[in-house]
Every structure is written in structure tokens, then in C-alpha cells.
């Protein structure tokens, strides 16, 4: 598609902000109007249409994505998008660890155990930690307290979520992503390390390489997406 429009500017609109090409709104995928909570979200995305150039590419618009997802299946269902993330709590990669004799184990008590101590203190539960590959459920208390925190997220938090926890098979390492000291770049070490360990191990592949690369920008995409709809 050739690019149609000029002047990308943002706007206060309906409690929130909204991106305007050529002084019209823009509607999200299904057609409702995108508007966003922070004025720092509305010129990312401005930032996204004013950086395409006569043609326009949309691969380029991860962050309008993530919006218009926020908006069109969110918004209106968050009961929903919180029952699809918990099963994540229950199989979260950091409570599943190598048998102790196996030297995986070791660098798997280095990395994840100070994450999963810190998501315990910080909403106060427990998780359970298993050896091998057999599910064991997590308490009730943990689910119930989980299900809490994340009926307290708004849309657009949820969908960072829901891309932070899927790319990393982690909950905790979702979780914590989101918080505003996250270190993003131990966090997404921890949810590869098992990966890492296999390349270590048999040699690396380029193919592999890439994805992981690929896999590692659309988590750091996603933290950002929810810094900037909380950003005031």
C-alpha cells in the first residue's frame, strides 16, 4: 500500500490519547478508534506511521499491533485474557529443573531460584519447585494470588503480558518484566537458559541464533509497549 497521508500528530481524545494522519484518527484492525492511555504511547505509534516511507510495510508496526490487540480482544474480555495466561503459572519453565545430579541443575539454582525468591516476596506466595518433567500443581493460594494481580492489569498491560509470557514460557519472568526496575536483560537470559546451555553444549546454529535474536527484540517490544502505556 503507498503511504496516503502527510502529517502524523497526537491528540488528547475520550480520556486518553490518539494518533491523527492527516488530522483523522486512527481505528484499530477491527475499527474502533485506537486510542491509548498515555501520551507516551500515542507518539510511539505516531513515531511507527512517521517512520514508514512511500510504501508502507506492515511489519513495522509492532506497537500498533500490540494497541490494537489491547483494544479489539482485551478491552472488553480481560476475564478471559486472565484465565488463558494462568496455565502459565502452573508449568512456569523456572520451577521445572534438571534432577539434582545433573550438572543443568546447578546453573539452573544460580539463575532462576533469585528470580523466583524475588517474584515469591514480592506478592507473597509460594511456588512449587520440581525435578524432572512430571507436572505437579502449584497451591491454590499461589493461583488465587496470581489471578488477583493480573485482574488488576489494564488491557493494555495484559497484552504486553501476554506476549512477555508466551516468549518466555515463564509467568514469574512475565511478571517481573513489567515492574519498573525489571532487568530485562536477566530476565530473558533465565527464560533461555536452558537453551543456552544445549548451545553451549552441541555448537550453535545460525537459523537458531536468529530466531532466538528475533525472539529476544519482540520481549524487549512487549516491556516497552507496557512501560509506555503507564507512563504518565
Known sequence: ????????????????????????????????????????????????????????????????????????????????????????????????????DEPLHRRQLETWEPILGEAEARLGIHFTRISGIVHKPQPAETLARLRHELAAQDAFTLAALRMLI????SFVVGLLA????????????????????????????????ERRAQRREAFLLAARFAELARRG
Open 1 to 100: 500500500m503507498k503511504r496516503f497521508y502527510q502529517a502524523v500528530t497526537t491528540m488528547a481524545a475520550d480520556g486518553g490519547w490518539r494518533v491523527l494522519l492527516d488530522g483523522r484518527g486512527i481505528k484499530t484492525a477491527a475499527g474502533a478508534p485506537q486510542i491509548v492511555p498515555t501520551r507516551a504511547l500515542a507518539e510511539a505509534l505516531a513515531t511507527e506511521w512517521s517512520a514508514q516511507g512511500e510504501t508502507i510495510d506492515p511489519t513495522r508496526f509492532p506497537l500498533r499491533d500490540l494497541a490494537d490487540y489491547a483494544i479489539d480482544a482485551i478491552a472488553g474480555g480481560a476475564e478471559d485474557a486472565v484465565t488463558g495466561l494462568l496455565p502459565y503459572a502452573e508449568t512456569d519453565t523456572l520451577c521445572y529443573r534438571a534432577h539434582p
Open 166 to 169: 508466551s516468549l518466555s514460557a
Open 178 to 209: 513489567i515492574a519498573p526496575d525489571a532487568d530485562l536483560d536477566s530476565l530473558w537470559l533465565a527464560a533461555n537458559l536452558e537453551e543456552e546451555w544445549q548451545a553451549d553444549l552441541w555448537g550453535r546454529e545460525w537459523e537458531a541464533e
